[in-house]
């Protein structure tokens, strides 16, 4: 392991479990502090507190990635606890199994809203600070 993440700030959502988890694992080993975020606290806390049992710096919060006030509340956290954000891994996601024709439409709207509008929402409110510590530049 290398210390390429030192002194970074990471936010990873769907942290509580699978990639994300591993991701937050990696980050936080790599130097980083990390935020991560799951829909369920319990796994959130629980994630986090397994990773600071390794001695690492990583904090678990409930978010919904569908919810533009969860994930402005998921930044913000990361802002006042470590000074902003470097690192955002949009790890959230979920998988439904059917066809067109026995899915029904709300299933169709989570799946669409974790997957595709998560990523929206988790972006929207951490550019803007990533931007504050130079990590992410204007193409213009």
């Not at 998921?74 to 059917?98: I, K």
């Not at 709300?106 to 931007?131: F, Q, T």
């Amino acid at each position: 392991m290398t210390d390429e993440f030192r002194g970074k700030v990471a936010v990873v959502t769907g942290g509580g479990a699978g990639i994300g988890l591993a991701a937050a694992g990696r980050l936080a080993r790599e130097g980083a502090s990390v935020v991560i975020c799951s829909d369920h606290e319990d796994q959130a806390r629980q994630a986090a507190g397994n990773l600071r049992e390794e001695g690492l710096e990583v904090r678990g919060r409930r978010g919904d990635v569908t919810s533009s006030a969860d994930m402005r509340g998921l930044v913000d956290f990361a802002v006042e606890t470590y000074g902003g954000v470097d690192v955002l891994v949009n790890s959230a996601g979920v998988q439904r199994y059917g066809t067109v024709t026995d899915t029904e439409e709300d299933v169709w709207d989570e799946v669409l809203g974790v997957n595709l509008k998560g990523i929206y929402l988790a972006s929207r409110h951490a550019i803007p600070e990533m931007r504050e510590q130079g990590e992410v530049r204007s193409s213009t």
